[in-house]
């Protein structure tokens, strides 16, 4: 029997041997691919066809259904009893509830003064209103900077409490749980909750408490996020169009059809009683936000979500700070499904539509299904079948099927329209990091609970100095530490394998979108994306 040497891969008797490396892994290529790599790719093509109809068809039925809804159903203030809050002179502030506001920071150094005083300056009774500013920072510069804050509002009459706690731990459910434990806050019916960027107007309150006192049945009335800085960059337009859909038709649709959607973590008001029926918050996850709000859900509590109600806040304009974000938010919402999905199934409170509806649209499709499948079948599956024309891919699941979603997905924002392809190009580069992440989540694998503050720069890059100065500490070997990003690089390097391969030999042009997305993924691997400090 022939041996197998160190320098072949095949034996020497073997039909077809060459004595020279390319010829052996060309023949061993042959070897295994009809039996072997060909079908397992076929099967993969027919999982990623049936991922994106999945998502076609939930991008398609909330398109019909926002359409409905903006065409016929009416407005909040007619769906559910709504008063304005009138000052009785008889009974003066007693007719309005008692609200807290939490404030949740940590090393906020850019932007505590903004949401500390967006909260003193809301139009309510001041001996009605608490604010509460939870203050997690391990910077002692920063925490005695925020004392003063906290100090200087007390001094104008503003009822202000500046909470520390010995540890971080359960982080920013930790930190709204303790405050809540509070002896001052047993009194209060309602809270608020901004986190350090935002920004509330004055009359957020009042557009807002009159839907939880008159309509008992609802639990948390949640604002929409507005940005002051997506005009920064790139990268903040590319996360304007991602959110802006979120909240124009995905809160939109699941408030008008379920009176259930993911708590946003900010810019919402709850009522306490709901909190507490839930269980409280619980750090089990990095979305402590959506697991409250899930468990609230399945008391039978309803949500309200006000298009028209808006908080002005940041987006991370670096790229550091957004892929850790988006790590956080993808990973939680699979994390949690894996916790809760036997307990949302068995429920009794709830229609077993709406158990079908939180199971399958809102976890299964739109947070574990949507990233896999971008990832899966625009940077490994697709550009594999080119390497392998054995496999067949029908047009409709490679271009029209995807051009409908992505259209879908504009609808948010109109003004980015023309924006539209490298969004695509972007989003399937960041589908990378939530399908790593989603995978964490699902397997509770290393990670799953990292929490890092996204962080904001409020407006630092518009003092020079400030940048100049920042700029001169950094060691070149630390900027290229932070920027360089290797698992970029290393897709943008296949994909412009593929891509030569499909320019040579191809039939369906592809090599056209891979070189486009070879860039984005060479831009993104060398850093220069988002604000650069």
Known sequence: MAEISGKNFIPESFQGYTPDIAGQIGLLWELIKAPLIVPLLTICVYICLAMSIMVFMERLYMGVVIILVKLFWRK??????????KDDLESGNATYPLVLVQIPMFNEKEVYKISIGAACNLSWPADRLVIQVLDDSTDLVVKDMVERECIRWASKGINIRYQIRESRGGYKAGALKEGLKRDYVKACEYVVIFDADFRPDPDFLRRSVPFLIHNPDIALVQARWRFVNSNECLL??????????????????????HAFFGFNGTGGIWRIAAINEAGGWKDRTTVEDMDLA??????????????????KSELPSTFKAFRFQQHRWSCGPANLFRKMAVDIATNKKVTLYKKFYVIYSFFFVRKIIAHMFTFFFYCVVL?????????YVPKWGAIYVPCIITALNSVGTPRSFHLLFYWVLFENVMSFHRTKATLIGLLEAARVNEWVV????????????????????????????????????????FLFICGCYDFMYGKNCYFIYLFLQVI???????????TIV
């Open 520 to 530: 984005t993924f060479t831009i993104a691997g060398l850093g220069y994306v988002g």
């Open 76 to 85: 909040p203030e007619k769906r559910y009893k709504f008063e304005p809050m």
């Open 454 to 493: 996204t962080e904001k720069l409020g407006d630092t890059l518009k003092n020079n100095k400030i940048s100049n100065k920042i700029a001169s500490k950094i060691s070149l070997s630390k900027l290229l530490g932070d920027r360089i990003n290797l698992h970029e690089l290393g897709f943008a390097v």
């Open 294 to 311: 899930v468990r609230a859900g399945l008391k039978g509590w309803k949500f309200l979500y006000l298009g028209d109600l808006q908080v």
């Open 383 to 391: 550009p594999l079948s080119i390497l392998v024309p054995e496999v």
């Open 236 to 257: 903040t337009r590319m996360q304007e169009m991602s959110l802006d859909y979120h909240f124009k038709v995905e809160q939109e649709v699941g408030s008008a059809t």
